[in-house]
């Protein structure tokens, strides 16, 4: 019965591979979002989706591209993996940006 | 200067006493405030929410919001060891309509 599913939770992949994530939530909310959190532990948005579009495109490379088929699912496909996109990503998702977030699971993305 | 700011840690407490956690923040547009609760390998979990100034009590916690000087804090009454974890404070502002986060503070609970 969980309320926002990420899968897969550990993803291990050579440079240069193109990956996909997946995340769904069952809560009925409008807004889902992309949080990556470094080795440091700092939590940084990278996108928001309110009903499948678009709100929030943060400064990130073209090569991460979210797409939302409806508004219980947000993936995100990730072209031509680097080292520095080691890191854990997050799904979200809530009633309002103004409201609290409730987070998946993670996903630990290792690239190798 | 970082948007939301918090003092990484560790803060140790004994079993028993008041955990006070501190955040600042830079936007003066800022209305929704959050505390989330961070367990190692784990997903961030809201703990309390807070909209105006002044104090609001969930049980063992306490928020505390002062918008003049861009300021809010939370205090753990009682702290168990499963209180150890990371709290990351989020702050929400209309101007930038984006949930911002602090590096989290870490806190740690000895028997």
């Known amino acids: 019965d969980t309320a926002v599913s990420q899968t897969p939770k550990y993803l291990v992949t050579q440079m240069g591979n193109d990956k996909s994530i997946k995340c769904e939530q069952n809560?009925?909310?409008?807004?889902m979002y992309w949080y990556k959190q470094d080795s440091k532990k700092f939590l940084k948005i990278m996108f928001s989706?309110?009903?499948?579009?678009?709100?929030i495109n943060e400064t990130v490379p073209n090569r991460f591209s979210p797409k939302s088929p409806d508004k219980a699912h947000l993936n995100l496909h990730i072209n031509s993996l680097e080292l520095g996109d080691s890191a854990v990503y997050f799904c979200?998702?809530?009633?309002?940006?103004?409201?609290?977030?409730?987070f998946g699971s993670g996903t630990r993305l290792t690239v190798v | 200067q970082k948007e939301v700011e918090q003092n990484s840690g560790p803060l140790s407490v004994p079993e028993g006493a008041i955990a006070s956690l501190n955040c600042t923040y830079s936007?003066?547009?800022?209305?929704?405030f959050f505390w989330y609760r961070q367990y190692s390998g784990k997903s961030p979990e809201l703990i309390m929410s807070?909209?105006?100034?002044g104090d609001k009590e969930d049980g063992r916690f306490t928020a505390q919001l002062n918008k003049a000087s861009q300021y809010v804090s939370l205090l753990i009454r009682d702290s168990q060891p499963s209180d150890s974890a990371t709290y990351l404070c989020?702050?929400?502002?209309?101007?930038?309509?984006?949930?911002?986060f602090g590096t989290g503070t870490r806190l740690q609970v000895f028997p």
């Open positions: 809560l009925g909310h409008d807004t």
């Open positions: 989706y309110n009903n499948k579009e678009l709100i």
């Open positions: 989020a702050v929400y502002g209309y101007n930038t309509d984006k949930l911002i």
């Open positions: 979200a998702s809530s009633v309002g940006s103004n409201y609290g977030y409730t």
């Open positions: 936007d003066r547009g800022s209305q929704s």
């Open positions: 807070i909209y105006s100034n």
